[in-house]
């Protein structure tokens, strides 16, 4: 897996550019709501992940699962909707809001997977 900061790949999916700092706090923020999410769905190590600049690496939170991937696309629509929501249109929405569930979806299978625990032992 290639070296890749995840703030500034999250940067890219919202078309800025790495090198402009300004927005960085409020897409910290919500790149660590998103990491919390994840750690409620399993994700990630089990006491939680955040970051607080470009320095951490996908490499960093994924480890070699290469059955996560998608969580970088799901990290970059989720950020997304909650920086950059008022300049879509409502069915952009839609569309970003199914591919999430989906996302979510498939990351909680790969999760069921590896822990799932039988509920009536």
Not at 76 to 88: I, S
Not at 102 to 110: G, I, P
Request: hydrophobic share 45%; glycine share 4%; charged share 20%.
């Amino acid at each position: 897996m290639a070296e890749t900061s995840i703030l500034n790949s999250v940067k890219n999916i919202l078309g800025i550019d790495a090198s402009l700092t300004v927005f960085d706090p409020s897409i910290l923020m919500h790149i660590n709501s998103v990491f919390s999410t994840l750690t409620q769905l399993g994700i990630g190590p089990p006491e939680g992940y955040m970051i607080e600049n470009a320095t951490p690496t996908w490499d960093a939170f994924l480890s070699d699962d290469l059955r996560l991937m998608s969580v970088k696309s799901y990290m970059g629509l989720k950020v997304r909707l909650l920086f950059d929501n008022a300049t879509l249109t409502s069915f952009l929405l839609e569309a970003m809001d199914k591919q999430i569930k989906e996302l979510e979806w498939r990351l909680n299978v790969v999760r069921e997977g590896d822990s799932w625990t039988n509920p009536n032992p």
